[in-house]
């Protein structure tokens, strides 16, 4: 079974940063699968907020594109989301997702098979 863990979540101020991490199970190569960060904050549907793609090309929405970052490091087997000039809309619990045939628009939540239990981010104003 795929498993996927995230951490580094937490509280900070409007402003302030955090580096979200993914950790995937060995065998599951980076290279072969798209991963994915979404967020959730209580009475909102889910949203994806950053894609990799197994060739390494990336995608983020407006909604957080200059502010987000998403990368990996193939020998750690780890994606990570880098977080920048957090603003309180940003609060949500994140969750990283994998998939190995993801196409169309690539932040569907239904293209995703695999799904982290989330980290919590919280920013303060």
């Known amino acids: 079974q795929v498993q996927l863990v995230e951490s580094g979540g937490g509280s900070v101020q409007s402003g302030g940063s955090l580096r979200l991490s993914c950790t995937i199970s060995?065998?599951?190569?980076?290279?072969?699968?798209?991963v994915s960060w979404f967020r959730q904050a209580p009475g909102k549907e889910r949203e994806g907020v950053a894609v990799i793609q197994p060739g390494g090309s990336t995608y983020c929405p407006d909604s957080v594109k200059g502010r987000f970052t998403i990368s990996r490091d193939n020998a750690e087997n780890a994606v990570y989301l880098q977080m920048n000039n957090l603003k309180p809309e940003d609060t949500a619990m994140y969750y990283c997702?994998?998939?190995?045939?993801?196409?169309?628009?690539?932040?569907?939540?239904?293209?995703?098979?695999?799904w982290g239990q989330g980290t919590q981010v919280t920013v303060s104003s």
């Open positions: 060995p065998g599951y190569m980076l290279r072969s699968v798209f």
């Open positions: 997702a994998a998939g190995r045939r993801v196409t169309g628009y690539l932040l569907r939540m239904g293209a995703y098979n695999y």
